[in-house]
């Protein structure tokens, strides 16, 4: 197949799953021969995903938005696609308010990822313009099962592909000896059981209930909080609250998350709405069980014999399935072998890749 002309296009480089997933795909299909340009509605961040993406070639474009609706980006986005003549765009979250109007008459195909549960990924006027987007044309792909049967119940119909995310499984094992190296760092004693959650600190993940959880754990165990958000203050204090200040660690944003995944014994998400999370996938792939709420794709991800999920907003039950494996370190190490056997298995990113252009190919014929 020849090489395609293809535009990633993101509100923003900032550090998320959407943002990383699409970043991913950008380095994949560039691997693959395709002729990939990434665009930001928003002006660079200098995230560690923006640095990735540079080191890797990927051509970067930046649209200067300002914060809420910016109509001057359309006229933008018009001419850079102009000179680009991309053959598909593949746009994420909420920007195909701004491709729809940017792109008549160009010619390019456009495919939307969903990325959560469709009734939470955008505001109400988002989906409104994506209901009209899907009727026009625009071609919806789910990233997960759940995913596509909310696409059903949102928009009245099916998505066009449902192709689950991926991640680069090897570069989810950190180094050899990292796991004592950042247990030390961090001033943890290298024998003590380590839970490890990753994500934004915001109302979606619920870190609020998972600090209920932990302090009903024992003593010794400790917390480590990797992500940064609005939440992070009222967090914090929450923790003091409880007890369990100096248990849990916040840990802002990382560029090291596979080191940090290493020090821990089992991986925490406590969502209350998910789409398909990278990071249950990369926690995987670094040899972690997982304990999380049933929300979402999550369950398609997570078995009895990889982890444990629970049901969202329960926090006596987050906290027993925590309690099971802090306490078993010896099953749990067998639970994130097996989590790391499916991980190499299913999630690799190339495989989401070559997918997404088995779609790319059959719409530009």
């Avoid at 340009?37 to 995903?49: E, K, Q």
């Avoid at 409880?242 to 089992?266: N, T």
């Amino acid at each position: 197949m020849r090489g395609l002309r293809i535009v990633e296009l993101v509100p923003s480089l900032d550090v998320g799953g959407a943002e990383r997933m699409a970043a991913l795909m950008a380095m994949e299909l560039q691997a693959l021969g395709h002729r990939v340009t990434l665009v930001s509605l928003y002006d660079s961040t200098g995230s560690w995903i923006e640095a990735e993406l540079r080191s890797a070639g990927v051509p970067l474009r930046f649209l200067g938005k300002e914060p809420g609706l910016d109509l001057r980006v359309i006229p933008r986005l018009r001419s850079l696609l102009r000179g680009l003549r991309p053959d598909v765009v593949h746009t994420h979250l909420h920007t195909l308010k701004y491709l729809l109007p940017a792109g008549v008459g160009l010619g390019h195909r456009v495919v939307h990822t969903i990325h959560n549960l469709a009734e939470h990924e955008i505001e109400l006027s988002g989906r409104v313009v994506h209901h009209l987007a899907f009727r026009a044309g625009v071609v919806p792909v789910a990233i997960g099962d759940a995913v596509a049967a909310s696409v059903l119940r949102t928009y009245g119909l099916a998505p066009g592909r449902t192709i689950p995310n991926g991640i680069p499984v090897a570069a989810s094992v950190a180094p050899e000896g990292a796991r004592a190296q950042v247990r030390e760092e961090l001033g943890l004693p290298g024998d003590v059981p380590v839970v490890v959650t990753v994500g934004r600190l915001n109302p979606q993940k619920n870190h609020a209930l998972l600090l209920e959880a932990f302090a009903r754990l024992p003593p010794a165990v400790h917390l480590l909080v990797v992500g940064e958000g609005e939440l992070r203050g009222e967090l914090s204090r929450r923790a003091g609250e409880l007890g369990i200040g100096g248990r849990v660690h916040f840990l802002g944003v990382r560029r090291d998350v596979p080191r940090v995944l290493a020090a821990a014994d089992v991986f925490a998400l406590a969502s209350g709405w998910e789409g398909n999370p990278l990071v249950v996938m990369e926690a995987m792939a670094a040899g972690l069980p997982v304990v999380a709420t049933s929300v979402g794709c999550v369950p398609e991800l997570v078995a009895p014999d990889t982890g444990r999920l629970v049901p969202p907003g329960e926090p006596a039950a987050f906290a027993a399935a925590l309690a099971e494996l802090c306490s078993d370190l010896v099953l749990a190490r067998r639970l994130g072998t097996a989590a790391r056997a499916v991980a190499l298995a299913r999630f690799d990113a190339p495989v989401m890749a070559r997918a997404y252009t088995e779609l790319f190919a059959v719409l530009t014929k």
